[in-house]
């Protein structure tokens, strides 16, 4: 099981900074989509798998059931959108097969095995992606804030290390998802199968927060959120700032207004 992007445009695995008041639209859109990602395709599966087998049914045709979540989920992206993506046909082209050679072999551990197949060609993708026009990453931040897609464009043109970061973002994400379809891998055939669905949520767990974690350190230290945002309104100022009590905040603005203004003097 994997949360996959649908398209190179959805950010369900990018970094996810705090917006502005103009993003706040597309900041809920994306978190309510992300939160319906996360539950058809990783929650569901792993809870149905577990309620399947509580109920006694075998470990080939609970893992099959609980593979229906996704694909009804990528389905109904589809139609909704109006719009057939690659990762969307993945997902139900992996989930097909693997399926196929489950039911043909008896083995569940080729069901298992269909997280990290598709987690593999989802990295390889987002490597790929580093010699097109624009990388990954910096596709999904510029979808998560349209507000700074002119400001973003203009540095994109003008900033030749803000151009290596993204790309060296992009690479983190790549490699990091790669190493997690290892392990899944590794995970798929060498542990028990009834362990493996709620392993596979510890990872993408682990996986995602190291990812943005490290994401969000490197827009921080290499000063990009302040080119972006501005030197007052960088989310790590914002959170700081919010982070005052009222208090000290009215303290702080009476003792600014207080400050006498002095003019400058010369010499004659």
Known sequence: MTVAPRDAHEAEHAPTPSRQDGDSGTSNAS???FAI?????????????????????????????SATPPLIHTLYSM???????????????????????????????AVLVRGAVLTGLISLWILSTIWLARPFVYRAMEALLPAKRAKMDELWHNDPSFRRLWNRLTL??????????????????????????????????????????VTQLALSKTGTFTKIFGERDTPFARFRKG????????????AAADVPETAPTGRP
Do not use: N
Not at 46 to 64: E, I
Not at 176 to 203: F, K, Q
Not at 245 to 254: D, I, L, P
């Open 31 to 33: 978190k309510g989509e």
């Open 172 to 213: 983190l994400w790549g490699v990091g998802l790669l190493i997690d379809a290892l392990i899944r891998l590794v995970m798929a055939y060498t542990l028990p199968v009834d362990s493996v669905p709620a392993l596979e949520g510890i990872l993408y767990a682990v996986t995602w927060c190291l990812l943005q974690l």
């Open 243 to 254: 982070g005052k009590g009222k208090a000290t905040r009215a303290a702080e603005e009476q």
């Open 79 to 109: 139609v909704k959108h109006r719009k057939v993506d690659t990762i969307g046909v993945f997902v139900i082209l992996i989930v097909g097969l693997s399926a196929a050679v489950s039911v043909i072999s008896g083995d569940p551990r």
């Open 37 to 65: 990602t996360l539950l058809c395709d990783l929650v569901a599966p792993m809870v149905l798998f577990y309620v399947f087998r509580a109920a006694g049914m075998g470990q080939l045709p609970a893992l099959l059931l």
